[in-house]
């Protein structure tokens, strides 16, 4: 092994590898954080629209995960108290009643939401705009090759933190969630079923979304700050000017802008479209349904100032849930191959979302800490 070979190699900057790299790090080992894009954050990231004004292009936020994940409480607490995550509260209300509307809170970064990444990975040696293209195992650890075939860095383990399907393409030669033992009580089905690697079949489960961020010339005052509920083009609109301190000058003049967030359902009938295509039908959806005058060339009011297509914006969990059954302990919201030191966590081993990416994280991190202090 040569001298800068690094501890633990983590591919991708998005929720879960900036967290395993602040944990890991933090627990003495050297990391180093290898993602594809020009920054941080993953599905959280963030693109400027207006001068001075960056809008959320993918979640815009999250809500604090008191059931669904106790275990991450302490921690979240510390990164508000630490600045690195901001309340939000704003008025929801729901697309089809008319019931006025209600406080919510849930937690962002601020400016915008990939501030909270970038406060988890600070001080974490990173590479970026690197897209890994190939583990390659040797004895005792693993090259990880771009798209050329050159080395990035070497490890002594590598954990994978991307969507499903990338995931997939990473670890497909490796065993990570192999086989169960067929029972005698096995179906043919049932066997054929079971023959497929379920991380494929979480990649088969992947959903697409469409976003768009719209502007009008005078604020939509009438309405709430965040619709959800049943819509057959919108799964959430979010006004972005009630964001906890959205734009970085804080200049008053900013227009408002509205984050439009389609449904999975709707995305997967537009058929890959690019997101320019399908972006002005998003904006005149939105004007009717809330009986707004139409972004047509006599009465402009929304103009549509960026769009964006996500292919792999999520993942279908009951499927992932049903593929992972025969695999996983139900406890472990992660994979984890002690002997090749390979592993993954994200949003989609533990039930989607930031907190769900939080959790994998958190405990795939225990996990490997909690090994070593065995083996010392
Ligand atoms: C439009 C939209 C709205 C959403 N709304 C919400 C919401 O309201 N609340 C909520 O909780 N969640 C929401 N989500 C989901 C949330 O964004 C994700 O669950 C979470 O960000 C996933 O984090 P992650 O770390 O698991 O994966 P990611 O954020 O996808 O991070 C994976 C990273 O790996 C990188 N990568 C992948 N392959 C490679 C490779 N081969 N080499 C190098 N780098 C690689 C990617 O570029 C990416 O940066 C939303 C998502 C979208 C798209």
Redesign the pocket.
Known sequence: MNKSMLDIAI???????ALAARQLNAAGYTCCI????RGL????SRRNVLDGFSVDL?????AIPYHEHPNLIANINQWISDGFLTEWIFDSADFQTQLPSMKRVELCGSPSMNAFQRHLADGVERITQ????KLNRLDDHWQLLDDSGDLIVEAKAVIV???AE?TYN?VAPYELASSPEQTASSTVADQHEHAKNPILSASDASLP?Y?CAITFDEPQTQLSDVYTGEHPVFA?VVRANSKPKLSNTDNDQTPEVWIL?STHQWAQKQNHKEAKSVADEMAEAFCEHFNLATADATKTTAKVVTSHY?RL??HDHVEIKKSFAQYKPEHQPFLWNQELQLGCC???LSG??????LNSSQQLCDHITSQLKQEV
Do not use: M, Y
Request: glycine share 20%; with cysteine; net charge positive.
């Open positions: 591919i991708g900057a998005g929720t879960a590898g290898i993602e594809k894009s954050g993953g599905r959280c993918g979640a815009p936020s999250f690197r897209l890994v293209k933190t991307a969507p990338q990473l979304q976003i959430k967030h996500w914006a999520n994200a949003d989609w989607g979302g930031i907190s769900g990416a």
